[in-house]
DNA sequence: TGGTAGCTTGACGCCATGTCAAGTGAGAAT
DNA sequence: ATTCTCACTTGACATGGCGTCAAGCTACCA
């Protein structure tokens, strides 16, 4: 896929090594720099600075295979099996696409580009929550509080990024810590009592 | 306190007013239009855009006065009501601060006194968490799962501007939704079972 | 009459993204 | 051996924010 180039492969993994360790405010010429080419070069790859993160984070769902991830939540056979396996494997995926993450979100504000790639890949996150309450409705155990919509919503934003950030470098919880509060908090939150 | 001056105050009723309308970009020549004076005359009342954005939520703070809204909170007897108080004076202030809140936040990655003045804000609705958890553990009523620490974070989490923002922005809950669903999530996430 | 406070205009430096033009060097094609 | 091409380099430049500076205007005050 995006194997072919050398040199694109060498700006993408300086750019994610980068964004891992600094903050979000990683400049071209940073990147041109660890990467060993000149900052104009970079411009010979990638367009502009939001497609070259949007890269990184494609570049990444294939060196993590995500897919491969998610495909467990999605062969669990009960509700609640594939609740606890697609917060396990999204939960885990969050600290490897931290730092792009990071800086996707912070330029959205300001780059409609970066806004449009963000959103559709959290778009891709609700759909896994969706399956997973759909799943819980099935089996007749969502809350009946909920309906699905309002559960998927729910669900989402507990897994949200800005929730991990806060939660895990806020407030300096352990990942593990993240994952076993998180498993809990969902099952309060969408399972019916009892 | 920040009453005395007449310019002062347009620049941070402009300011607020451009805030919740439009985007977190807001320039400081915009600023400068909206208060019928020059964009250098800023500089004349705030030394950067930091701190005028900063001295926008402290002007809110007085306008609104959220001490006295959180006074309500403080009276109450039990645990649980003072939990459900605290939710309902923060979530309901959250609607009023969105705009200086975003644009606060969007400076916090590039300008560490943006980020101070944040952080020390936030600090301030942890206190809010911290008392009404420790109300509820004098009650009894805490979740033996939770220590207060893990509790406070939880809920501080929860109330967090990025997920209100997530939850009725993104996702289109109406305010009244935001606040049943956020008392509803608190109480199953904090509360001990039966 | 003179001083001062608060503003205006215009120009400038800084710094990041993104563009452009001209060159260089290695390898392939002939 | 010559030529062509591709990927890159260097250097310069436009754009658009923020923040600063200098000089001038005006209304009010002593």
């Given at each position: 896929m995006s194997s072919e180039n050398p040199t694109r492969r060498k700006i993408l993994n300086a750019a994610w090594t980068l964004l891992e360790q600094g903050g979000s405010q990683i400049r071209m010429s940073d990147i041109a720099r660890a990467a060993g080419i000149s900052r104009q070069a970079l411009y010979l790859h990638f367009p502009s600075r939001a497609e070259l993160l949007v890269a990184v984070t494609r570049h990444l769902d294939e060196e993590k295979d995500i897919d491969?991830?998610?495909?467990?939540?999605?062969?669990?056979?009960?509700?609640?099996?594939?609740?606890?396996?697609?917060?396990?494997?999204?939960?885990?995926?969050?600290?490897?696409?931290?730092?792009v993450a990071r800086a996707l979100m912070a330029m959205a504000d300001s780059d409609a580009e970066a806004r449009a790639a963000w959103d559709d890949r959290m778009d891709a996150v609700r759909q896994g929550c969706a399956a997973a309450v759909t799943a819980l409705a099935r089996d007749g155990q969502l809350d009946p509080a909920l309906d699905e919509g309002r559960a998927t919503d729910l669900l989402w934003g507990l897994l949200s990024v800005p929730l991990w950030i806060q939660l895990r470098e806020t407030c300096?919880?352990?990942?593990?810590?993240?994952?076993?509060?998180?498993?809990?908090?969902?099952?309060?939150?969408?399972?019916?009592?009892?």
């Open positions: 491969a991830r998610l495909a467990e939540s999605r062969n669990a056979t009960t509700g609640q099996a594939r609740l606890a396996a697609f917060i396990a494997a999204w939960g885990n995926y969050i600290p490897e696409i931290r730092g300096g919880w352990s990942q593990e810590a993240y994952l076993a509060e998180m498993q809990r908090l969902a099952g309060r939150a969408l399972l019916a009592e009892g």
